[in-house]
């Protein structure tokens, strides 16, 4: 830079000159401004130009809709024929959106036997299809992990093993959301995206949440995803049962995760992992009912939960015969 | 005289004084006028970028489920450091009274600004849905304070912004009027800004250290080393500019605050590097659960070493720059200095930003590990906020300049003039 005197004359002119622009010099640099002012406007008017594109995609109801606990039924009724027509318009498929609450006096647990689960995989397709994840990417709120037998440590295991299963010296340890008793996911959410519901389910408000994927940050179980992009679905493969809180198709830029299939368990249905189980490793229940079956494992087998240490205190348990 | 007329010319004169400041502020050389195009150029680059970012979804990054924070989020930590680094030059000014610092301060106050508006933008980013911001708001939105940290950093970077403006604007003010400021106006946001400059710093650490399923994070030194490291970037930063001033405008300040900023500048890195290796040590001899981010960021694990080559530039950088800094040729010859500042700077961002961010998720809580560099994309945008935020640094700095060596200051007929409205 050359510029030790800067420009003396212009801004002492300028400064005597200040109050009374009819002078030549000032003009004529206001007018120069004026034009780069201008010129500069005009080129961030193009340079943001691709959002035009996506404010098509958000209607102002849209914007404007408010958090999930605060619409009235009427509103929420609106919300969903809204949401239902969307989806029949950009994925040409006819769905039905409900609203399913949680049964007063349940709270959802699961359970997997480690000794029976062969890593067949057969859970993290069913989620895949049941909860109209993108195709391309192969989505699934399930991963399964091979361990080598004689440890829990998660260091030395795979999550992209390939081949026959199960392999004789290993196990299959699946994961997916626990549910936590005590979500670090929700505490963080600056927006109070996400919640957990009266029975236990961690839920999140998809058109309510900013996308800052803090709470994915936070899950110390790999259970959170973002949409990347919108979601592709043939219209054949849309599971067309839908609830506006768990497997409704998701907008874009926002996180979604494992619901326990609220839209089928809330309506005294099995979760979709656990039918799709051919080994029975999966159980779900009630565990306030004292004569489940999920009970019953609770209080008789040797019971573990992942990454104790956390006390995150999830609703989801593992255990050997 | 009674203080009514007083207010009232303040009424009628601030909002001309900041009208005059901005007029002379776009006044300038051929130099000048370059530079702030090519700013405004790489600003309508990284704005076209993101643009196409949210038409396209955040897949045009390079970021995915496992690592999935990148350079924006890196970005945004390097900032904030930048700005309570740019206060804490507060500290010897005020508590020390030493008049020279003065000089200094109104810059460092100045970086501050430009840096906070950096962090918001490179938050803003990050953000999937930057349509729903309003949901951040209190009021309108759902704002889950006290419990999220997020929105404790809202509020101490928002705040941050308000003071500096308040006690930049004031003392301007007060020097363009010709008048001596009245230590009550601000004085106590002075202070203030002291603490505050520590809590955003605090804040944002605790945005992470906070993660208990992110051993990496999960470290209570974490806080304490990115004060260390702000007191390295921020004074190191003003150092710079005020080279820049001194040959562009000949705004000078005396060596004093130079040579205290590299007095800080010395402890504060050793502490940092002090920190860094006993951090190093507690993890890589017990081998704890930190140990696999660790090895994977410093060596490389299975074979993945995406990190290794970032981390060692930015160790050297940060070494080579501080022996720089011991070396008596650090006070006395100004091209050492320059580039022993550029170094550190470098080597903090590095550090701070690809160096604390990223190992948080590699390997992921499942120990997968995915890597991450980021796309073109991500570079756009994150030059397009560093475009903008100098571009606020100039304008500032400009001002600055114009209203300390009497470029602008108020005429006599024009304060009766208002007085007389
Ligand atoms: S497993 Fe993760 S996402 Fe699920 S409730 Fe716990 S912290 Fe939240
Ligand atoms: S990504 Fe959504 S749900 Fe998660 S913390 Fe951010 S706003 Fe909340």
């Known amino acids: 830079m050359t510029n030790i005197e800067p420009n003396q004359s212009a801004d002492s002119q300028a400064s005597t000159h200040g109050d009374s622009p009819g002078t030549d010099p000032f003009t004529r640099r206001a007018a120069i401004k004026g034009a780069f002012a201008t010129l500069g406007a005009a080129a961030f008017v193009a340079a943001v130009s691709p959002l035009r594109q996506a404010a098509k995609n958000t209607s102002a109801v849209e914007f404007m809709q408010q958090h999930y606990t605060e619409l009235s039924p009427e509103q929420k009724a609106t919300v969903i024929a809204r949401l239902e027509a969307e989806t029949k318009e950009k994925y040409g498929a006819d769905v039905t959106i409900a609203d399913d609450r949680p049964i007063p006096g349940t709270k959802f647990v699961y359970a997997i036997n480690l000794s029976v689960c062969n890593g067949n995989g057969k859970c993290v397709e069913a989620c895949h299809r049941e909860n109209n994840h993108d195709r391309s990417t192969n989505q699934s709120y399930i991963r399964v992990i091979e361990m080598p037998k004689g440890t829990m440590d998660m260091e030395k295991g795979s999550t992209t093993y390939a081949g026959v299963v199960p392999r004789e010296d290993k196990f299959y340890l699946p994961v997916q959301c626990q549910q936590c008793d005590e979500p670090p996911c929700v505490d963080v959410c600056p927006v109070k995206a996400t919640w957990k519901e009266e029975d236990g389910i961690v839920v999140v408000d998809y058109n309510w949440c900013i996308g800052c994927r803090y709470c994915e940050a936070a899950c110390p179980y790999h259970a959170r995803r973002f949409n990347w992009k919108q979601a592709e679905v043939p219209a054949d493969e849309i599971n067309p049962d839908q609830s506006y809180l768990s497997n409704r198709v998701r907008p874009v830029g926002v996180v979604e995760k494992c619901t326990y299939c609220l839209h089928r368990t809330r309506r005294g249905r099995l979760p979709a992992c656990l039918e799709a189980c051919p080994t029975g490793a999966r159980v779900f229940g009630n565990i306030l009912d004292k004569n489940s079956n999920i009970r019953w494992i609770l209080e008789n087998k040797r019971v573990y939960i992942l990454k104790e240490e956390l006390g995150t205190k999830p609703a989801f348990f593992y255990y050997f015969d | ?421």
Not at chain 2, 109 to 126: F, H, K, P, R
Not at chain 2, 176 to 204: D, E, M
Not at chain 2, 303 to 308: A, E, M, S, W
């Open chain 2, 1 to 421: 005289m009674s203080s009514t007329p007083l207010k009232q010319s303040a009424i009628t004169s601030y909002p001309r004084f900041i009208g005059r400041a901005l007029w002379l502020a776009t006044e300038g050389s051929f130099a000048f006028y370059a530079w702030m195009t090519a700013l405004t150029a790489v600003s309508l680059v990284g704005a076209n970028a993101w643009a196409n970012q949210v038409a396209g979804g955040m897949i045009t990054t390079n970021m995915t489920d496992h690592v999935s924070w990148g350079l924006y989020i890196a970005n945004f930590t390097f900032c904030v450091g930048l700005a309570a680094g740019g206060v804490m030059m507060v500290i010897p000014a005020y508590l020390y009274d030493d008049e020279e610092m003065h000089k200094v301060v109104i810059i460092g106050e100045a970086v501050a600004i430009a840096a906070i508006v950096m962090c918001t933008l490179s938050v803003v980013v990050d953000l999937g849905r930057p349509d729903r911001f309003w949901h951040l708001i209190p009021g309108i939105g759902k704002f889950n304070w006290p419990i999220s940290m997020l929105t404790w950093d809202v509020i101490v970077l928002n705040g941050y912004l308000m003071i500096n403006l308040h006690v930049v604007g004031y003392l301007l003010y007060m020097r363009y009027l010709g008048r001596k400021p009245n230590g009550w106006w601000y004085l106590p946001f002075v202070f203030l800004s002291i603490f505050w400059a520590i809590s955003i710093h605090t804040v944002t650490a605790f945005l992470y250290c906070g993660l208990g399923g992110r051993p990496f994070w999960n470290s209570a030194l974490l806080a304490p080393r990115f004060l260390a490291s702000a007191f390295v970037s921020g004074p190191a930063f003003i150092i710079l500019v005020m080279r820049i001033l001194r040959v562009t405008t000949g705004y000078t300040a005396p060596l004093g605050p130079a040579r205290t900023l590299i007095q800080i500048i010395r402890v504060a890195m050793t502490i940092n590097l002090l920190m860094l290796v006993s951090e190093i040590f507690t993890v890589l001899y017990t081998g704890s659960a930190h140990a696999a981010p660790l090895n994977y960021l410093f060596f490389g694990d299975h074979g993945k070493t995406g990190l290794v080559p970032w981390i060692w530039t930015a160790i050297g950088m940060n070494l080579i720059g501080t022996a720089l800094f011991f070396t008596p040729a650090a006070l006395e010859r100004s091209q050492i200095r320059v580039l022993a500042c550029l170094l550190v700077i470098v080597g903090i961002w590095i550090e701070k930003g690809m160096g604390l961010i990223i190992p948080g998720f590699i390997p992921s809580t499942l120990h997968e590990i995915v890597e991450y560099s980021p796309s073109l994309l991500e570079w756009k945008v994150v030059a397009g906020i560093w475009g903008l935020g100098l571009i606020i640094l100039t304008l500032s700095l400009k001002l600055i300049v114009n209203v300390f060596t009497s470029r602008m200051h108020v005429e006599e007929n024009q304060i009766s003039e208002s007085l007389n409205h």
